[in-house]
Structure formats: structure tokens, C-alpha cells
């Protein structure tokens, strides 16, 4: 293997292209925080709703009860440990319960408590009676649906009769054979396939069309294509629902062609902020220098979990090695692993199993850390000009809203050039970044 020494000049040129790590998909990004996510991000923002009938009612509940759902799935929402709707869940279910059928587009940031809307309110429409699919879930990716149908299998535990099918790579169907499942949960490419090719189902008789990640779906190739296509063939009084994480023109766009006279809500990210946060810096003289200070303060933090920022992934690897050699327990995140790796990796991470988190800029665009405590920038944020990235550093260290628990943040730095670029960084945010001995970290706690 490569001496260390070598890749230690590797990190001193940052920002070499070598390095670089490949891009990941919108898709998998956004998996990456439905698997790291465990609990709901609460919001201070109002829903706000836009509606072509101003007059119409619009009401909103402050429990489940409110709802009038099957008892069934009211324990399963239970069961689930779900004690009161969400923000957007307030808003969003009357409206979708309602009758006759509304439309609805609704916009909020992921973990919000879309998914658990929409499928609660489908679930609610199903007549499990009668043996044929009656609900279409799309989603982007094979393993977004399978996210979706565990959520949408565990909520309806309950309720023995409503039974699930998934429409993703790898089933199959054989010729001439009917689905009897009331609920399919799918990719746009297969449910296409199996509705307008092979006719495996009526699409005429859906009554619940939910698009799910409309922003991510039309990132993806082909499937705003596909949707379409699917959605033409639907019958007019079926409800249609499409949500998304993000809200710009071209969600919009597409919104507008797969849901008529919709009833809008969006739900505002709250900024991110450093309040509550607690920032240092420790100075070393190299990157050996930086893996002894965060070895002493792995060693002192007792407190929850941490994430290590690496600016290339040879360093993180390294890290990890050195980490791992020394008998701790760490993670390591990187834009090379497969899908399933990560998924693996984060699974792991967010069961406690490692209380470290080793991982590069591209990763952390899909990692929300409201659950970790400490966030340590073994390198800082730089963009491409080498000028310290604030926008990343906030998205590292931040938390969203009043809720967001005290953190502690610990920026390595090795040499005047970065000791620079935290100046900037503190300076663009009026903040103290105050400075800590390596050798006696425990003032932190
Ligand atoms: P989104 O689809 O907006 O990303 P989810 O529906 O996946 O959000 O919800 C995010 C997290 O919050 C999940 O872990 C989910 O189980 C949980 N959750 C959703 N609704 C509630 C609720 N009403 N109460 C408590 N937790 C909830």
C-alpha cells in the first residue's frame, strides 16, 4: 500500500482534479437521507396553501382522531409511534381525505412527514374488499420504492386485507396473469410496462396516483416521460398527488401537467443556523498532526455520535485505516462505494453501531446531522477557487430550527493558508471560533 507520507501531499493539493469523487445521483442522495434519518424535522414556518377556490374549506387537524381513519390504520399509525401529524401532515390530510377527492401538490423539505402522509391517505382509499390494484405509488428508484413500501406495509400492519405489489426491476409477472394486490408501489418505467404493455392490471380502475420525488423524478432519465404516460391513461376522477422536496419552475411544470386544480401547500425549509453550536479549532503542523488531536478527541467524547469531513476521499480512506488501526470503530462514507454499500454503511452508522461517521463533500450533500453532535472538519470547505466554502460549512455544522440539539464543531488546521480560510469563514458569519490545545481537548466537554 501507499505510504501515508504520499498521501498527505495528495491532500495538501486539494481541489486536484485526481481526487475528485464521481457525482451522486439526486436519487441516491435522497435515499441516503431517508436511511440516516430517524426522526421527523419538526419546522416553525405556517404551511402556506394556494387554492383555485379560495372559498372552499380548508381545515386542519391537530390529531389523528380528527381524521375519522379505519381504526386499523389509526393503530398502525400508532404503532409506529407517531402521537400527533406533522406540520405538513395537518394540512395535508384532511384535504387528502376529504370527498369528494382533492388534488394535491405539497412541497416540503425531506423528512417532514410527506411519505407517512401520502400513504396514510392512500391506504385510506383502498376497498380491500375487492381483489385488483385500486393505488399506484411511483417512485425514482428501485430502492425509493422499497423504502416507501416498508413504510406503507408497516402502516398498514393492521389492516390484514390490504395487500402490496411492487413494480420494480427484478419482479416479474408471467403472461395473462392478473394482480390482485390493491396497492402497487413501483418504478414510472416498470408500472408503465405492466399497466399499458402487458395489461396485468385496469388502470382505469385506480382511484389514489401518487408521484413521490417529483424533483428527483425528473432528474432522472426517462421517468418524466414515463410518468406522463402512465398518468394519461388514469381515469379522470382519479385523486392525483405529487410531492417534492424542492420547488422551482420546473417541478412546477411538470406538476402542473399530472395534477389538474390542484390544492397547493409548501411547507418553508427553515434556514440553517449556528446558534447552538459550539465552534474550535485545533492547530497542527500536518496531517499526522491532525489524525493525533481527533484520535484525543474521539477518546474524550463520550457525548453521541460525530461526522469527520475529509476533503478528498484518499484522505478520508486513510483517516479511516489509522482510526481503525488504533481499535476504534469507525465509518467511512465515499462516493465510490455501490448503493447498497452505502445504504449498508449508513444503516450501521445511524443503529449506533460506529460512532464515527468518516465521509467527503459529496457524500454529505445526502446527510442531514440533526442527530449528531459533534461535526469535525479534518479539512475545511473550499470551493473551486480554493476560497473557503461558507455555504458547505454551514451545511456541515448547522442545524434547522429552534429544535436542532447543542453541537460541537472542531475545524483542523495546518498552517497559516488555513487558519486564513477559518477567518473568512468566521468573519462571514460574525461568529468566535475559538481555539483548542490538541494536547487537552477535554475543555470541550
Ligand atoms: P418525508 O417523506 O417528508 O421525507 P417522512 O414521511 O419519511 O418524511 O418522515 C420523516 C421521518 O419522520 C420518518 O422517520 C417518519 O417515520 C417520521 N414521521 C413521519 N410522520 C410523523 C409523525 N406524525 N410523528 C412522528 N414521526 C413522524
Same mark, same amino acid.
Given at each position: 500500500?501507499t505510504?501515508?507520507?504520499?498521501?498527505i501531499?495528495? /491532500?495538501?493539493?486539494?481541489?486536484a482534479?485526481?481526487?475528485?469523487e464521481?457525482?451522486?445521483s439526486?436519487?441516491?442522495?435522497s435515499?441516503?437521507k431517508?436511511?440516516?434519518? /430517524?426522526?421527523l424535522i419538526?419546522?416553525?414556518?405556517d +404551511?402556506e396553501?394556494?387554492?383555485?377556490?379560495?372559498?372552499?374549506?380548508?381545515?386542519?387537524?391537530?390529531?389523528?382522531?380528527?381524521?375519522?381513519?379505519?381504526?386499523?390504520?389509526?393503530?398502525?399509525?400508532?404503532a409506529?409511534?407517531?402521537?400527533s401529524?406533522?406540520?405538513i401532515q395537518?394540512?395535508?390530510?384532511?384535504?387528502?381525505?376529504?370527498?369528494?377527492?382533492?388534488?394535491?401538490?405539497?412541497?416540503?423539505? /425531506?423528512g417532514?412527514?410527506?411519505?407517512?402522509?401520502f400513504?396514510l391517505?392512500?391506504?385510506?382509499? +383502498?376497498d380491500s374488499?375487492?381483489?385488483?390494484?385500486? +393505488?399506484?405509488?411511483l417512485?425514482?428508484?428501485?430502492?425509493?420504492?422499497?423504502?416507501?413500501?416498508?413504510?406503507?406495509?408497516?402502516? =398498514?400492519?393492521?389492516?390484514?386485507?390490504?395487500?402490496?405489489?411492487?413494480?420494480?426491476?427484478g419482479?416479474?409477472?408471467?403472461?395473462?396473469?392478473?394482480?390482485?394486490?390493491?396497492?402497487i408501489?413501483?418504478?414510472p418505467?416498470?408500472?408503465?410496462?405492466?399497466a399499458?404493455?402487458?395489461?396485468f392490471?385496469?388502470?382505469?380502475?385506480?382511484?389514489?396516483f401518487v408521484?413521490?420525488?417529483?424533483d428527483?423524478m425528473?432528474?432522472?432519465?426517462?421517468?418524466h416521460?414515463?410518468?406522463?404516460?402512465?398518468h394519461?391513461?388514469?381515469?379522470?376522477?382519479?385523486?392525483?398527488?405529487?410531492? /417534492?422536496?424542492t420547488?422551482?419552475?420546473?417541478?412546477m411544470?411538470?406538476?402542473?401537467?399530472?395534477?389538474?386544480n390542484?390544492v397547493?401547500?409548501r411547507?418553508r425549509?427553515?434556514?440553517?443556523?449556528?446558534?447552538?453550536?459550539?465552534?474550535?479549532?485545533v492547530?497542527?503542523?500536518?496531517?499526522d498532526?491532525?489524525f493525533?488531536a481527533?484520535s484525543?478527541?474521539?477518546?474524550?467524547?463520550?457525548?453521541?455520535? =460525530?461526522?469527520?469531513?475529509?476533503?478528498?476521499?484518499?484522505?478520508?480512506?486513510?483517516?479511516s485505516?489509522?482510526?481503525?488501526?488504533?481499535?476504534?470503530?469507525v465509518a467511512?462514507?465515499?462516493?465510490d462505494?455501490?448503493?447498497?454499500?452505502?445504504?449498508?454503511?449508513?444503516?450501521?452508522?445511524?443503529?449506533?453501531?460506529?460512532?464515527?461517521?468518516?465521509t467527503t463533500?459529496?457524500? =454529505?450533500?445526502?446527510i442531514?446531522?440533526?442527530q449528531?453532535t459533534?461535526v469535525?472538519?479534518?479539512?475545511?470547505?473550499?470551493?473551486? =477557487?480554493g476560497?473557503?466554502?461558507c455555504?458547505?460549512?454551514?451545511?456541515r455544522i448547522?442545524?434547522?430550527?429552534?429544535?436542532?440539539k447543542?453541537?460541537l464543531?472542531i475545524?483542523?488546521?495546518?498552517?497559516?493558508?488555513?487558519l486564513?480560510?477559518l477567518?473568512?469563514?468566521a468573519?462571514?458569519?460574525g461568529r468566535?471560533i475559538?481555539?483548542?490545545?490538541?494536547?487537552?481537548?477535554?475543555?470541550?466537554?
Open positions: 500500500s505510504s501515508s507520507s504520499e498521501k501531499n495528495v /491532500s495538501k493539493n486539494e481541489g482534479g485526481e481526487t475528485e464521481p457525482e451522486i439526486a436519487a441516491e442522495l435515499l441516503m431517508k436511511i440516516l434519518r /430517524s426522526k419538526k419546522s416553525t414556518n +404551511v396553501v394556494q387554492r383555485n377556490d379560495p372559498n372552499s374549506p380548508l381545515y386542519s387537524v391537530k390529531s389523528f382522531e380528527e381524521l375519522n381513519l379505519n381504526p386499523n390504520l389509526l393503530k398502525g399509525v400508532y409506529m409511534g407517531f402521537n401529524p406533522s406540520k395537518e394540512t395535508a390530510l384532511p384535504t387528502l381525505l376529504a370527498d369528494p377527492p382533492q388534488n394535491m401538490i405539497a412541497q416540503s423539505q /425531506s417532514t412527514g410527506k411519505t407517512a402522509a400513504v391517505a392512500s391506504l385510506s382509499r +383502498v374488499s375487492k381483489s385488483f390494484p385500486q +393505488v399506484i405509488i417512485s425514482p428508484t428501485y430502492e425509493l420504492a422499497l423504502q416507501t413500501g416498508s413504510v406503507a406495509k408497516q402502516m =398498514a400492519k393492521y389492516c390484514d386485507d390490504i395487500k402490496f405489489r411492487f413494480a420494480v426491476r419482479e416479474e409477472i408471467s403472461k395473462g396473469e392478473k394482480i390482485t394486490e390493491q396497492v408501489v413501483g418504478t418505467g416498470k408500472v408503465m410496462d405492466w399499458l404493455r402487458y395489461r392490471f385496469d388502470i382505469q380502475k385506480i382511484r389514489v408521484l413521490d420525488e417529483a428527483v425528473i432528474a432522472t432519465q426517462g421517468h416521460d414515463q410518468s406522463i404516460r402512465v394519461k391513461q388514469l381515469s379522470k376522477d382519479c385523486q392525483m398527488m405529487l410531492f /417534492s422536496a420547488y422551482d419552475q420546473e417541478v411544470d411538470f406538476a402542473e401537467i399530472i395534477v389538474s390542484p397547493i401547500i411547507l425549509k427553515e434556514e440553517e443556523s449556528l446558534d447552538n453550536i459550539k465552534q474550535f479549532y492547530v497542527c503542523k500536518n496531517m498532526e491532525k493525533s481527533l484525543n478527541i474521539y477518546g474524550v467524547i463520550s457525548i453521541g455520535q =460525530a461526522i469527520v469531513f475529509c476533503h478528498t476521499r484518499r484522505t478520508a480512506s486513510w483517516l485505516e489509522k482510526l481503525t488501526k488504533e481499535g476504534h470503530a467511512l462514507l465515499s462516493g462505494l455501490q448503493v447498497d454499500q452505502r445504504l449498508a454503511v449508513l444503516n450501521r452508522f445511524r443503529d449506533g453501531k460506529e460512532k464515527v461517521l468518516i463533500n459529496v457524500c =454529505a450533500r445526502g442531514d446531522i440533526d449528531v459533534v469535525v472538519n479534518f479539512d475545511l470547505p473550499i470551493d473551486q =477557487a476560497r473557503a466554502d455555504e458547505t460549512y454551514l451545511h448547522g442545524r434547522t430550527g429552534r429544535f436542532g447543542v453541537g464543531a475545524n483542523m488546521v495546518d498552517g497559516p493558508r488555513t486564513a480560510l477567518k473568512q469563514i468573519d462571514h458569519f468566535n475559538l481555539k483548542l490545545d490538541a494536547e487537552d481537548v477535554d475543555e470541550i466537554e
